[in-house]
């Protein structure tokens, strides 16, 4: 969360990636650190996980990485309302 929280305040897009057990702790420390990162879930656990079934997780989870990187770039493009 720290480094997602670290690329946003240089103006960098980030997407925090984390398995489905840390929903509430990612929103308590996001809450804590005081911004709403982009975060995508990836079903838990992961720890006894085959590498082919951790390339599957991977690719499930890319779509929605590069949509939320997509959405953040759009954003910073568009202009502010003077």
Same mark, same amino acid.
């Given at each position: 969360?720290?480094?997602?929280?670290?690329? /946003?305040? *240089? !103006? #960098?897009?980030?997407?925090?990636? =984390?398995?489905?057990?840390?929903?509430?702790? =990612? =929103?308590? !420390?996001? *809450?804590?650190?005081?911004?709403?990162?982009?975060?995508?879930?990836?079903?838990?656990?992961?720890? %006894? +996980?085959? &590498?082919?079934?951790?390339?599957?997780? =991977?690719?499930?989870?890319?779509?929605? #990485?590069? +949509?939320?990187? +997509? %959405? !953040? +770039? &759009?954003?910073? /493009?568009?202009?502010?309302?003077?």
């Amino acid at each position: 969360m720290h480094d997602i929280a670290d690329l /946003e305040s *240089r !103006q #960098i897009p980030g997407v925090g990636v =984390a398995s489905s057990e840390f929903i509430d702790a =990612a =929103a308590a !420390q996001s *809450r804590t650190l005081g911004f709403d990162p982009a975060m995508v879930f990836v079903p838990h656990p992961i720890q %006894n +996980r085959t &590498d082919a079934e951790m390339c599957t997780l =991977a690719d499930e989870a890319l779509g929605d #990485i590069l +949509r939320l990187l +997509r %959405n !953040q +770039r &759009d954003a910073a /493009e568009e202009p502010e309302d003077t």
